[in-house]
């Protein structure tokens, strides 16, 4: 940040910072200062490094210049980071194995994703192009016609070279997923399987025991095909 480009109220408050004897005091306060200016600056569309030229329109917080220098020092500490085997959004711990970064890092970005996907989604707001979107759909129809192709031909250029079209990471030999990937899709069918079972078996007890109940209270009992099929479910599980 120029010196020259600072505003006078800027400059008051740093020059009585100085003179603070609380160090930890000025420090706060030259800090906030600057974010103050910081947010003055890009409310009014200005460059936040204070260069005084208007904010490029790919970034609200710097000219062009200023952006490309913050995406090359950016790349630089990416980089540097990947050669430390450090993670390239905190720097300060490893990065996970087969991971840019770290366990925190990918957990808070995971979160912060699925976050604003739920509130595009509810909203009804494509999450591609940002377009209204009919139905229960994330995608509008035509990012979703895109995303098929998209997905499609990846998937065939994968299979023609041999790798595992749902990671495309691994080679297979031939086949369509890798071993890893097969024994997911295995495990989340089973899974899924086993929550239908588990439906299944609560909603026949639910029957049977309110069919009981009826019996107890009117001495009769309605014994149909839905009652049998019931009591069949619940009797095989208790075997
Ligand atoms: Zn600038
Ligand atoms: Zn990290
Ligand atoms: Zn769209
Ligand atoms: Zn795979």
């Not at 600056?41 to 030229?53: D, E, I, S, V, Y």
């Not at 149909?224 to 095989?236: F, G, P, Q, S, T």
Request: aromatic share 6%.
């Amino acid at each position: 940040m120029g010196r020259s480009t600072w505003p006078t109220w800027l400059t008051e408050i740093l020059s009585a910072a100085e003179k603070d004897e609380d160090r930890d005091r000025a420090t706060f306060t030259v800090n906030s200062a600057f974010t103050r200016w910081r947010e003055e600056l890009k409310a009014a569309g200005m460059c936040t490094q204070g260069c005084g030229k208007p904010h490029y329109e790919k970034s609200s917080l710097f000219c062009e210049e200023h952006h490309m220098k913050a995406l090359f020092r950016g790349d630089r500490r990416r980089q540097r980071n990947i050669a430390n085997g450090m993670c390239t959004t905190c720097g300060t711990r490893p990065h996970d194995e087969g991971r840019r970064v770290c366990t925190p890092c990918a957990e808070r970005s995971n979160a912060r994703c699925k976050k604003r996907y739920e509130t595009l989604r509810e909203n009804k707001v494509c999450s591609q192009c940002r377009a209204a979107v009919s139905g229960r759909f994330a995608m509008c129809s035509g990012c979703r016609a895109k995303s098929r192709v998209a997905t499609t031909e990846r998937q065939h250029d994968l299979r023609d070279r041999g790798m595992c079209v749902a990671c495309g990471k691994v080679e297979t030999g031939g086949t369509r997923y890798c071993r890893a990937c097969n024994d997911r899709f295995n495990e989340q069918r089973r899974a899924a399987r086993k929550r239908d079972r588990e439906e299944e078996l609560r909603a026949a007890m639910k029957l049977v025991l309110e069919r009981e109940s009826e019996y107890f209270e009117t001495g009769v009992k309605i014994v149909d095909a839905e009652y049998l099929e019931a009591k069949e479910i619940v009797m095989k599980k208790a075997v």
